[in-house]
């Protein structure tokens, strides 16, 4: 989470406020009074590991083993809590990472009076080299996710953006991304919106994808002239193989 939000967060609570942290396993938000998740907490601050921090926030833990709730998040059944009843709720680096988010969200919207949502950015989703050159953002990650207006909308992270360069930008893209551009966030109260983005058809899918990269970043012609020999002469010599084996 950004450090400025985390601040921005501890100032705006009251002593008395009850706080609920969604997925926050690998470094949880110490000042929340319950934590959801699908980890048991004696592994909580996974990140530690990792050479990260092992938590956010204050030093001490408002919460406790009692109030470390494990389960699926994505579970049909509603989050054990009543409408409401808690008065702030966070949940970052989470949604892009589960089967279900929209679910999520509207537990959150039920559960929560308001509340903080922090996700990676499309655009640094859409680059690659975070984790290795061939992959666009994370490989674990299942959304590429855009908050504008109130509104979160998930798209599916479809493996072909990973295949063909210019459906995401290059590494180099990448390290020109300012901090606040490589995440998106909301701060909400009350409620937001969630929708997930439906494409159908393969040609769609790889258009939407590709529009995206385009409308940012200009990859030289020579490049798309050079895969596209590549495509034609791999599909030759595929035929050329079916033919032999016939």
Wanted: net charge negative; glycine share 6%.
């Amino acid at each position: 989470m950004l450090a400025e939000h985390v601040e921005k967060i501890l100032a705006s609570l009251k002593p008395e406020d009850i706080v609920l942290d969604v997925g926050g396993w690998a470094c949880p938000f110490n000042r929340a009074n319950y934590v959801l998740d699908a980890e048991p907490y004696e592994t909580r601050g996974h990140y530690a590991t990792i050479g990260m921090p092992a938590f956010q926030g204050t030093e001490t833990e408002y919460f406790s083993q009692e109030t470390w709730i494990q389960r699926d998040i994505c579970e049909k059944s509603p989050f054990p809590f009543p409408d409401h009843f808690f008065d702030f709720s966070i949940c970052s680096h989470t949604l892009e990472d589960v089967r279900d988010p929209l679910f999520v969200c509207s537990e959150l919207v039920r559960v929560s009076k308001r509340g903080y949502i922090e996700v990676p950015s499309r655009l640094m989703e859409s680059t690659r080299g975070c984790e290795a050159p061939s992959i666009a953002g994370l490989s674990h990650h299942r959304w590429l996710v855009e908050i504008a207006d109130h509104h979160i909308q998930f798209t599916m992270k479809y493996h072909i953006m990973h295949s063909d360069f210019q459906l995401s930008f290059p590494a180099s893209f990448g390290q020109k991304i300012a901090p606040l551009d490589k995440v998106d966030f909301l701060f909400w109260e009350n409620n937001f919106t969630f929708a997930e983005t439906t494409i159908h058809g393969a040609d769609r899918i790889y258009e939407n994808l590709r529009q995206y990269v385009a409308q940012r970043y200009a990859y030289p012609g020579y490049l798309r002239t050079a895969q596209k020999l590549n495509q034609l002469l791999t599909r030759g010599i595929k035929g050329l193989e079916r033919r032999l084996r016939a």
